[in-house]
């Protein structure tokens, strides 16, 4: 029924940065933490980073924490995941998604917590 967009990805080499873009339609928005995971070929989709519905609190997977950042911009209806440093470890589709919530819930890092999400775009990153 409701399918988030997506935008950014690509091909680069270790050690470059990426961001990608994620936008729900306002009611959505407005109303829910934001979430990234990612996939590999073969592999279970795994957590990244969320964020809460008034964006004051965050989560990071170990593998990322120091390296990315989620953010939203709620004028835009938009969370991002800026990627520094990227690594081939990194690689892999990533996909945002949206957890319907009130506003003191913390953010959520089973994706079996959320309720839409976004169409995937890969993530490249060479060494």
């Known amino acids: 029924q409701v399918r988030l967009v997506q935008s950014g990805g690509g091909l680069v080499q270790a050690g470059a940065s990426l961001r990608l873009s994620c936008t729900a339609p306002?009611?959505?928005?407005?109303?829910?933490?934001m979430g990234w995971f990612r996939q590999a070929p073969g592999q279970e989709r795994e957590f990244v980073a969320t964020?809460?519905?008034?964006?004051?609190?965050?989560y990071y997977a170990d593998s990322v924490k120091g390296r990315f950042a989620i953010s939203r911009d709620n004028a835009k209806n938009t969370a991002y995941l800026q990627m520094n440093n990227l690594k081939p470890e990194d690689t892999g589709v990533y996909y945002c998604?949206?957890?319907?919530?009130?506003?003191?819930?913390?953010?959520?890092?089973?994706?079996?917590?959320?309720?839409?999400w976004g169409q995937g775009t890969q993530v490249t990153v060479s060494s």
């Open positions: 998604a949206s957890d319907d919530t009130i506003l003191t819930a913390p953010p959520k890092r089973d994706p079996s917590s959320y309720d839409y």
């Open positions: 964020i809460s519905r008034s964006g004051g609190v965050t």
């Open positions: 306002g009611r959505i928005f407005s109303r829910a933490a």
